[in-house]
């Protein structure tokens, strides 16, 4: 049997070609499936809201007639015990209302019931679209990663690569990297400014009406609430800048941005003091250390604000010629450090970039009292590949 013949650049460019566009396809597929859904989950939050509304409304509306048909039922009782002491019109009205009071409550009962198992099934709904949404969103993950790599140029990489093994790692751990990052910052615009501006026009809307309707002092006070959420806004925008790159750090150095950085977040977050401790030198360290001690401050800092709900927190960088020291300590609600925490993302990056620094990482906290984080990282280079491996 002969060899087939080796495809050439064009005839594989093709073949490629084909196959993003059919995964391209699939991916709007799934997208659109996604976005139908959700419009469908908002439509179906409101409803649910509404019919659990009608529940409240109608069980309290039968309770009144339950009382009322109970004072009926012993009024006809008391006509029946002592039927000759009322009237033909007495005794009939007696049962008219008691009838009439029993029909209203058996009615009132069976939307109520109605009502309960229409919220019931929405309840149902929005647990399976729920799970739908999900799915989709990991699918168009996952399909965004075989497209990027089929985007990719896997030939050029190919030639510093030995095997077929090694190029797919390669190129599927970046891809995978520079995806993760991208669904992260998705999320933190989505659930931090993206929700602040939802509420900021609807409470815009809701300033409105009290300008029209209310007093000068209501619209006042939703004035200054409403400042405070777009305070807000604007901190989670700049915290997110800093997430993505502090400009500082190439500029001024690992301390100053850190001074910096702290004196921002204690002044966007009013009800926190921050304290700052340097102690050694002030020197630069290279720009891959800098960047990842900076990651480690940033990453406690906003665990011990969101998470322990601490008013005081403390920060202390030590440098000495070999070893760097990182101390940032809270007064918040403190957790069990034996107790593995479920989605604790947080955490486990940490440990994965100190490990990457080839450090050490110690945390200490106590339930009530507050948490101490303890890092130490060589300042040493030892390796070509250690640089390597930070820098990503």
Do not use: C, W
Not at 148 to 170: C, H, P, T
Not at 171 to 177: F, K, Q, S
Request: neutral net charge; hydrophobic residues 40%.
């Amino acid at each position: 049997m002969s060899l087939p013949k080796k495809l050439n650049a064009k005839e594989l460019d093709k073949i490629v070609e084909k196959m993003v566009k059919t995964v391209h396809h699939s991916k709007d597929e799934i997208f659109q499936i996604g976005e139908r859904s959700r419009h469908e989950y908002e439509h179906l939050i409101k409803e649910l809201e509404e019919t659990k509304t009608q529940v409240s409304l109608i069980i309290d509306e039968a309770d009144r007639l339950e009382v009322q048909a109970r004072l009926a039922r012993q009024r006809l009782s008391e006509v029946n015990r002592h039927f000759s002491r009322y009237s033909e019109m007495e005794i009939r009205e007696a049962y008219e209302i008691a009838h009439e009071l029993q029909m209203k409550l058996t009615m009132i009962r069976e939307q109520e019931r109605q009502l309960r198992l229409r919220r019931d099934e929405l309840e149902r709904r929005l647990a399976a679209l729920k799970e739908t949404i999900e799915r989709a969103d990991h699918l168009i993950g996952q399909i965004t990663v075989v497209l990027n790599y089929l985007n990719s140029d896997f030939r050029q990489v190919g030639e510093f690569i030995e095997g077929a093994k090694q190029k797919q790692e390669f190129g599927l751990r970046i891809i995978e990297a520079q995806e993760e990052e991208r669904r992260r910052l998705s999320r933190e615009i989505h659930d931090g400014p993206a929700q602040m501006l939802a509420h900021v026009m609807m409470r815009s809307d809701l300033m409105e009406r009290i300008i029209r309707q209310r007093s000068v002092d209501e619209a006042v006070q939703e004035l200054r609430d409403f400042k405070k959420m777009v305070r807000s806004a604007l901190y989670e925008v700049r915290r997110i800048i800093y997430d993505l790159r502090p400009m500082a750090l190439d500029d001024l150095g690992l301390i100053p941005t850190l001074r910096k950085y702290l004196q921002n977040v204690e002044e966007y977050n009013q009800q926190t003091k921050i304290s700052f401790v340097h102690i050694g030198e002030e020197k630069r360290l290279p720009a891959h250390f800098e960047v990842a001690i900076f990651r480690l401050v940033q990453e406690s800092l906003q665990n011990a604000l969101k998470h322990a709900e601490a008013s005081e927190i403390q920060v202390k960088v030590e440098m000495k010629q070999q070893y760097l020291f990182l101390m940032i300590k809270d007064n918040g609600k403190g957790f069990d450090v034996k107790k593995k925490k479920e989605n604790s993302f947080g955490l486990i990056g940490m440990k994965e970039r100190v490990e990457l620094l080839e450090g050490t990482m110690n945390i200490r906290s106590q339930m009530g009292v507050g948490t101490t984080v303890f890092i130490q990282i060589p300042l040493l280079e030892t390796t070509q590949t250690r640089r390597e491996r930070i820098d990503q």
